[in-house]
């Protein structure tokens, strides 16, 4: 088994990284540093006998998506897990951002997510077996005026999360949304909050890592996750 994981040298998507590898599943690791992918690579050879396939991208521009893409056509045999992971959380309500930042987080929040689905979505059809994890929000459902290109690029891949689920569901290809509240991660580094009380990653790493051993004819469309404490 192989998974690709946007976003996967810190936060939610390297807990998943080293949950699955402990796993023996191998991780195609996707960031825009070398420095953090390599030092990743290693804790992952050190705690599982998974290999850890590291691709430096800045996803945030075109053409390094368009020679990623090139790069991933490499591991269409062995893929079997998509984890959408990667986004960025954007502060300013409506009448405070313009247009460009709105599109500008759309393009964050969706357009990977969309593209990596292209990928993987015919090779899971073909081969009728594969798992698509979407990271998304408790703000893909609610809303928060102060991040309002935030709520609107999630619900939006909400909107993808389920077309994919409805779409590939027949192919018995199990498609998944994640909607998490806070999670402890480096997006709260520099603000005064108890981040103890959160989520942490690797909570949303073990439910994925459980999740890929239940019966094959369950589908697990969602899974909502909150800290206990409502005030988090
Ligand atoms: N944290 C929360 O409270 C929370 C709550 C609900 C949902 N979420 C969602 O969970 C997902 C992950 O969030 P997180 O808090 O775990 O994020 P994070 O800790 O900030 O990690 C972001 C990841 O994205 C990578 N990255 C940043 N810019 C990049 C770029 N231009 N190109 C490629 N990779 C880039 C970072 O790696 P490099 O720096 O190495 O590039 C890092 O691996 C997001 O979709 C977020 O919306 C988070």
């Known amino acids: 088994m192989?998974?690709?994981i946007t976003g996967a040298t810190k936060g939610i998507g390297r807990a998943i990284a080293i949950r699955l590898a402990k796993e023996n599943i191998d991780i195609v690791a996707i960031s825009s540093s070398k420095q953090n992918l390599r030092e990743l690579?290693?804790?992952i050879q050190s705690t599982s006998k998974a290999i850890c396939h590291i691709h430096q991208c800045d996803l945030t521009k075109p053409k390094a998506r368009i020679n990623l893409r090139k790069e991933l056509s490499k591991y269409s045999e062995e893929l079997t897990i998509l984890v959408n992971?990667?986004?960025r959380y954007?502060?300013?309500s409506i009448e405070e951002i313009t247009s460009s930042e709105l599109l500008n987080n759309f393009d964050l929040n969706v357009r990977t997510a969309f593209e990596?689905?292209?990928i993987a979505a015919p090779i899971f059809k073909a081969k009728r077996a594969g798992y698509i994890f979407n990271i998304l929000s408790v703000l893909a459902e609610k809303t928060r005026e102060s991040a309002a290109a935030y709520t609107i690029s999630k619900h939006a891949m909400n909107g993808l999360n389920k077309l994919l689920a409805d779409e590939l569901r027949e192919f018995e290809?199990?498609?998944c949304g994640i909607y998490?509240?806070?999670v402890n991660t480096s997006s709260w580094d520099g603000l005064d909050i108890d981040r103890s009380k959160m989520i942490q990653p690797e909570d949303?790493?073990?439910?994925?890592a459980q999740s890929l051993k239940l019966s094959k004819q369950l589908f697990l469309g969602r899974i909502d996750l909150n800290p206990l404490d409502k005030k988090i």
Do not use: C, R
Request: proline share 4%.
């Open 180 to 182: 998490p509240g806070s």
């Open 173 to 175: 290809v199990s498609v």
């Open 41 to 43: 690579q290693k804790v």
């Open 90 to 92: 954007a502060v300013g």
């Open 204 to 208: 949303i790493a073990e439910l994925i």
């Open 116 to 118: 990596m689905s292209q």
């Open 2 to 4: 192989l998974a690709i």
């Open 85 to 87: 992971n990667f986004g």
